[in-house]
Structure formats: structure tokens, C-alpha cells
Nanobody, 123 residues
Framework: HVQLVESGGGSVQAGGSLKVSCRIS???????VAWFRQTAGKGREGVAS???????AYGDPVKGRFTISEDNAKASLYLQMNDLKVEDTGVYYC???????????????????WGQGTQVTVS
């Protein structure tokens, strides 16, 4: 049973930085993992993903500002968010897929397990 637990959310001023983390347990093989967010007035939006080969993908609104990374030894996934904007406010979720790679890595439909989310507020 795969479990994901996010941490590190909080409040920050526009232009600031924040790093959120996700601890993944119960997975015995490399899979595609990602960050999604739910913002006001929008559905669940793909933010960034990384597959088992280390290939990354980013949503257009965060390119150049956010960086996804993982530490397999710690079974953890991270999202470093720089130059934060008010519109980045939302609940951030980490997700893991059963597959090592996905054709559409920023499509939530491809992911099997989800964390409970962590709130990020930019003012």
C-alpha cells in the first residue's frame, strides 16, 4: 500500500521561496511522481513531474520558477518554488503513478496514489 505525506507548506510573500516535501512509503520500484495543485477557480493542475529516468516536465505557469527533485535514498519528492506569485496559492498534492513513465505526465488521470495536500499561500 503506497502512502504519500506532504509537508512544508505555509505562507510567504510574493517573490519569496518555499520548498514542499513528500515522503513516499510502500513503493518498491521507481515510478513516475509529480506535484499537482488545486487553486481557486481551477481544477487540479499539473505542476511538475519526474519519471524513473529522471526526465522532468513542468506546467507552463511555473517553468523557470519551480524545480522538482527526488531523493530515492530518503524516498522523498521535493518541489522548490521560487519567485512565488499570488496565483500560486493553493493546495499542493504529490502523486505517484504505477507506471515508470507516462505519456501525459501532468495529467492527473495517470496517477494512482495521492497525498492529503499541503496549503501554500502567497500574499
Amino acid at each position: 500500500h503506497v502512502q504519500l505525506v506532504e509537508s512544508g507548506g505555509g505562507s510567504v510573500q510574493a517573490g519569496g521561496s518555499l520548498k514542499v516535501s513528500c515522503r513516499i512509503s510502500g513503493s518498491t520500484y521507481s515510478t513516475c511522481v509529480a506535484w499537482f495543485r488545486q487553486t481557486a477557480g481551477k481544477g487540479r493542475e499539473g505542476v511538475a513531474s519526474i519519471n524513473s529516468d529522471g526526465w522532468t516536465a513542468y506546467g507552463d505557469p511555473v517553468k523557470g520558477r519551480f524545480t522538482i527533485s527526488e531523493d530515492n535514498a530518503k524516498a522523498s519528492l521535493y518541489l522548490q518554488m521560487n519567485d512565488l506569485k499570488v496565483e500560486d496559492t493553493g493546495v499542493y498534492y504529490c502523486a505517484a503513478a504505477a507506471a515508470a513513465g507516462l505519456d501525459y505526465p501532468l495529467d492527473f488521470a495517470g496517477y494512482n496514489w495521492w497525498g492529503q495536500g499541503t496549503q501554500v499561500t502567497v500574499s
